[in-house]
């Protein structure tokens, strides 16, 4: 069994960081901020003092933190993965991040004999803490064959996508998806609630028909309350939709559900939501209609 880190334990990393020690990996974690490898040294992982530490005692290093930027200094900070991990080393970066930056961050890392597959995940914290995740991988096939006994340890569905990047092509596809559903279902209650309905016995009614989804099911009860812990956090969509416009931007696509979601959240971070679940894209359709 390789020796696996884990850097990055937020709500997504420390609970797949979790899933790989009840896997039965040997595991060494870290976190910028100190403290949050606690729970997991009590379950038996060793905490490392750097990245650059940590990779040079394992074999296989996942990454998931924030943004692009954190995934580069994670990787190439003086104390970064890329100054602590032996060549043969694999990297798997499970952050949703630009799939441009990862094409370049995975050829640097080539230079020093340290492989790289992209593998952002789907299915939200409850995915993370059920290992049930949904992960679109990028990468070399031998590279994708040796992460995926990793992989499984945290989520159900992996799916090779291609190159490195495609995974994190994928995954602004994903969001994008994501995005309109989110404002669809949060039209439809508060045309709910408008018209007098009970909005719990609507969502029971429709949810074995189309309009069924995984954003009516687990998120429409927040929008019926007006209420939206976490989650996932409308800044870390508001990432991703940068992510996914620009992606459009290259490739010559136009994204106009995309952007009026991107433009609702600017306003939900402006006024002080942008930590809020996404479900938060609830308020502006409310607001619009005098709720
Ligand atoms: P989170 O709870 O905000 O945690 C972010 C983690 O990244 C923390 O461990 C944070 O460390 C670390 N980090 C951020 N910037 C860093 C830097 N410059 N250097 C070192 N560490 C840094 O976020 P999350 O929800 O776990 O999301 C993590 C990734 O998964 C993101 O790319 C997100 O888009 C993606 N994702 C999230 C969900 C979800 O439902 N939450 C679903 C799918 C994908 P500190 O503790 O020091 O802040």
């Excluded at 990787?75 to 043969?88: K, M, R, S, T």
């Excluded at 429709?206 to 976490?230: C, F, H, K």
């Excluded at 409308?234 to 696509?253: F, N, P, S």
Aim: proline letters at 4%; glycine letters at 12%.
């Amino acid at each position: 069994m390789e020796r696996v880190g884990f850097v990055g334990l937020g709500t997504m990393g420390a609970a797949m960081a979790a899933n790989l020690v009840r896997a039965g990996y040997p595991l060494h974690v870290w976190n910028r901020t100190a403290g949050r490898a606690r729970p997991l040294v009590d379950m038996g992982a060793t905490e490392a003092r750097t990245p650059r530490e940590l990779a040079a005692a394992v074999d296989v290093v996942v990454v998931c933190v924030s943004d692009t930027p954190d995934v580069e200094s994670v990787l190439f900070d003086n104390d970064g993965i890329a100054e602590g991990a032996a060549p043969g080393t694999l990297v798997i970066d499970c952050s949703t991040i630009s799939p441009s930056a990862t094409r370049a961050f995975a050829a640097r890392l080539r230079e020093r004999g340290i492989a790289m597959v992209d593998a952002p995940v789907s299915g939200g914290s409850e995915g993370a803490v059920q290992a049930t995740l949904t992960i679109m991988v990028g990468g070399e096939p031998d590279d994708v064959a040796r992460a995926h006994a990793v992989l499984a340890a945290m989520g159900r569905t992996i799916t090779h996508m291609g190159p490195v990047g495609a995974g994190q092509a994928t995954k602004a596809v994903n969001q994008v998806i994501l995005c309109g559903s989110y404002l669809g279902v949060a039209e439809g209650i508060m045309l709910a609630l408008k018209a007098g309905l009970d909005p719990d016995a609507v969502v029971a009614a429709l949810s074995g028909g189309a309009a069924q989804s995984w954003v009516l099911t687990n998120r429409s009860g927040r929008m019926i309350e007006d209420r939206y812990p976490l989650g996932f956090k409308v800044a870390l969509h508001r990432k991703d939709l940068a992510i996914a416009l620009e992606l459009a931007r290259e490739a010559g696509a136009s994204l106009p559900v995309a952007g009026l979601a991107a433009q609702l959240e600017n306003g939900l971070i402006a006024r002080g939501h942008g930590d809020e679940d996404m479900s938060a894209l609830a308020r502006p359709i409310r607001e619009l209609s005098g709720m």
